[in-house]
């Protein structure tokens, strides 16, 4: 049986994003998936420390003991949801700790076919300016973004009063299920970020991507396809052990000579 997992950061229980989070696992269910609630504020996360021994020291395993397990876990499925509510016009703050560990979990070749849907829940139309951040999230995870829709109410369980708003969760849990994005002119179909004009044509600063003729910014060519992060991780984030260890004698001398004291 495949796997479904919806991410609820929030702290407000029966809030939005909860409620929320219910309807996408009861739309799951209702589709034969094996469906997880993961509730960030039932699994909490320490921030990230870059110390990079999740790369060099101990491969894939994170030295903080906190509920890191727990989402990469509710990460390994076949379907996923992230839901949050938007504070200061972007997500919680538990969305981007995870975000920030997610280095510890690299995604391999071959997790193109999974999909993901975002939903954001906001007290006020135009409170959210985050959508293709809120997407990296699921792109670096090795999902593919079917869609992003932010549903508005201002109190716990108001967006439940909008039919907009159900219609709205419908349309995108359909999407995911079916594996289909949801295309949106000027909007990139990789991270639903705003597409920029530039000298050649239309293109995305998230996903690093020039759009085609059709204007649409192709997921195999953009940073966030399994293999293109696999070299990123392999030319990169590998290489800048060797990196430092060959500075490192000009980093001490130039501590030194500022006065600053090394740990």
Known sequence: MKRASIIVFSHRARGNSDLAGELLARKCREAQLETTVLRSREHPLQACTGCMRCMFRHPGRCHLPDSLPAYQDALAVDVLFLVSPVYFLAP??????????????????GGAGRFAGIVLTAGLNGWSVADPLAAVLALSAGFRVAGVETLVGPGPGHFLTG?????????????????????????????????????????????????????EIRYEESRWHPLRLEQHYKEWVLATRELYLHDRPKIIQRINELGLKEN
């Open 92 to 109: 919680a703050a538990d969305w981007k700790l995870l975000q920030d560990r997610m280095l510890v979990s690299r995604p391999r070749a």
């Open 163 to 215: 039919q907009e708003n159900l219609d709205r969760l419908d349309r995108l849990a359909d999407a995911v299920l079916a594996g289909a994005p949801r295309r949106r002119e000027g909007q990139c179909i990789v991270c639903f970020g705003p597409l920029h004009h530039a000298a050649d044509g239309l293109f995305c600063p998230v996903c690093q991507a020039q759009a085609d003729d059709k204007g």
